[in-house]
């Protein structure tokens, strides 16, 4: 009974703590409000709207029965919207978009950090902060790092892209990452970005919440004013506008290229997105390169050396700051968390555990897991972990069973088959459900897999994702069970090929676009005689040659009286637009590309690419 006493008053000690944790986060999100925007709605110049500021009113209130508690609470602090004073001189536009966007007063100007996803949102934020801190002009523009949720409104602040007058501060390799990241695998990774943000499911109880992460992601125009200025070692500072800055260079943490910021007259660390109002993803479920949860806490360490005893305030690129001596126990304990998870991952991997094992095994030590910061709200620590495994082991678990694995609709085949037929496994499944639904889930996924006309089967295991996504902690997890339940009720969406934005195409480097070109190669199309086509852009000093040969796509420099069977010659942009599927007679007929030699040769090398869709099936066969 003594033991029973001890055991319900640390629970209860536990849960005052967790609650006392909630309401200083809470106290946080709502510090320093300044005001927010008379017009909830912000359009774009043909009328449409891009972001509705009431949009995530239905969490007003209680949890829904259909929504983590915990995700519901957190998301009600990211809901808050508005300009907020983070300390003198130091200002946030929040829930305008996925990220935040900051505004640094100079002695004659702001300089403008993270300026959001798209032009729309972010000229909003800018009007605001003029309408309530008054109209001065931009001094510098700064990138923490090279997602498109931090650089994509940039002309809606920058119109003329400053003109090159104005300083355009990134961290070295921005531009490359910026736009290479998701360049050769952009279209699967498109089509599974739609399941982690839930980007065709309605916002509602039932629906879309937020990825947890930022409330939500603006569909507006995006843009990018390339860096004037890269950031290329730690402890590099600048002065502009009175300001006083200084740089730490965290590559490979949570972006390929990104960096924290030092106010020191200001005492404010600005953390970027290597620190968060929740656990991050080593790997993103829309894909990714693996990131280095070692470097990430590493990283946090030496920001926590270089700047912590000068820091009274840490802000990030997304959800709200910390202040005062919970700003630095907040990073500590949230670096304690990626360092926990990299080196227990590690722990059991070494113990000869698999990534699966090791998911289901690890958990975070109470005392850190009671944070709110470092809860699952977007990235997954269970997923975490499977991520640090892979880093270090990759997919094989070592398992020769599982080397050369039956593809999964051949598998489902013989699976189902095995089991006594289609109507043995409904019915197991059936029983399975609502009582051991990752069981259900095994079982329907195959049923589907080896018969996709089984509507029953179908509807049963939509309905088993939508229960799995409505008792989610995570937002990304909650997006991908819904997203799966609609799907199987309604398939795939019809949507066309990806259009890169005019920015982003203008600064893809011409030879990064043709090793997409590469990837893009049909074997049994391109046959096997040999070609070299000659591309040259008559508006920049390229010149490249593209050679097929052995089923393989190469290009390099076109060197003087190098052999080709044909040449394009063109402004770059038609170049690109031609090889991206644009008829090749339409722009010859309008004078827009010039072609000598072997037309049959372009034309055979054209008719050889594929194009990509992102409306392929994920989760039927």
């Known amino acids: 009974m003594k033991r029973l006493c001890l055991a319900i008053a640390a629970a209860l000690a536990l849960s005052g703590v967790a609650a006392a944790d909630e309401q200083r986060e809470n106290a946080f999100a709502d510090r320093g409000f300044v005001g927010t925007r008379a017009d909830p709605l912000i359009k774009a110049a043909d009328g449409r709207t891009i972001w509705d500021l009431r949009g995530w009113d239905f969490l007003e209130g209680p949890p829904a029965p259909t929504v983590d508690p915990d995700f519901w609470r957190h998301n009600q602090r990211l809901r808050k919207n508005g300009l907020f004073k983070v300390a003198d001189g130091i200002y946030q ?11 640094i007063e100079g002695r004659t100007g702001y300089i403008v950090m993270d300026p959001l996803t798209s032009a729309e949102t972010a000229k909003a934020a800018y009007d605001l902060v003029k309408d309530k801190l008054g109209d001065k002009p931009v001094r510098a523009m700064i990138y923490t790092h090279s997602h498109v949720d931090h650089f994509g409104g940039s002309r809606g602040i920058l119109p003329d892209g ?11 390799g921005f531009l490359e990452a910026a736009v290479s990241e998701n360049v050769l695998a952009g279209n699967a990774m498109s089509r599974r970005s739609f399941f982690q943000f839930g980007s065709f499911l309605p916002r509602s109880p039932t629906g ?9 992601l603006s569909p507006g125009t995006q843009t990018l004013v390339p860096p004037t200025r890269l950031i290329t070692r730690t402890g590099e500072t600048l002065t502009i506008d009175g300001v006083k800055l200084e740089f730490q260079l965290t590559p490979g943490t949570e972006a390929p290229s990104e960096m924290n910021l030092f106010l020191p007259d200001k005492r404010a660390l600005h953390l970027s997105e290597n620190a968060n109002a929740s656990m991050h993803n080593l790997l993103p479920v829309r894909g990714a390169l693996v990131r280095d949860a070692k470097a990430w806490a590493d990283y946090l360490t030496e920001a926590e050396v270089r700047y912590g005893r000068r820091t009274d305030v840490i ?4 959800a709200w700051p910390h202040w005062g001596p919970p700003a630095l126990e907040y990073l500590a304990k949230h670096r304690d968390a990626y360092k926990f998870l990299h080196d227990q991952t590690v722990r059991l991997m070494n113990k000869g555990y698999t990534g699966v094992e090791i998911a289901e095994r690890l958990k975070l030590p109470e005392v850190l897991a009671r944070e709110p910061y470092n809860k699952s709200f977007y990235g997954d620590f269970s997923l975490n972990t499977k991520a640090v495994y892979q880093r270090y082991m990759g997919w094989y678990d070592g398992n020769p069973a599982n080397l050369r694995a039956l593809p999964p609709e051949e598998l489902a085949t013989r699976y189902v088959r095995a089991l006594g037929g289609p109507r043995a496994v409904l019915r197991m499944a059936q029983e399975a459900a609502g009582r051991d639904d990752r069981w259900a889930v095994e079982l329907l ?32 997890i909650r997006n991908v069970y819904l997203n799966g339940a609609q799907e199987l009720r309604r398939g795939p969406p019809k949507l066309p090929g990806g259009a890169a934005t005019a920015d982003i195409v203008q600064n893809t480097p011409t030879s990064m676009f043709l090793d997409l070109v590469a990837v893009r190669l049909d074997p049994e199309k391109a046959g096997s005689a040999p070609l070299a086509i000659g591309v040259v852009a008559t508006d920049r000093p390229e010149r490249h040659l593209v050679t097929l040969r052995n089923s393989v796509l190469l290009h390099g420099p076109l060197g003087a009286g190098a052999r080709t069977d044909a040449t394009l010659e063109g402004p770059r942009g038609q170049l690109i637009a031609v090889l991206s599927g644009q008829p090749l007679a339409e722009a010859l007929a309008a004078g827009r590309l010039k072609l000598t030699g072997d037309r049959a040769a372009v034309e055979r090398l054209l008719a050889s690419l594929d194009r990509f869709t992102p409306d392929f099936p994920v989760v039927t066969p």
Do not use: C, W
Not at 93 to 103: E, I, M, P
Not at 208 to 216: A, F, R, W
């Open 93 to 103: 536009v929040r829930g305008f978009d996925a990220a935040n966007v900051t505004f």
């Open 315 to 318: 802000f990030n690129s997304h």
């Open 208 to 216: 879309q919440i937020s990825s947890g992460l930022g409330i939500g």
């Open 445 to 476: 996924n195959r049923l589907v897999f080896a018969h996709p006309d089984n509507a029953e089967a179908k509807e049963l295991l939509a309905s088993v994702y939508q229960r799995m996504g409505f008792a989610a902690q995570s937002g990304i």
């Open 162 to 172: 400053g003109q090159g007058k104005i300083p355009v501060i990134a961290p070295a």
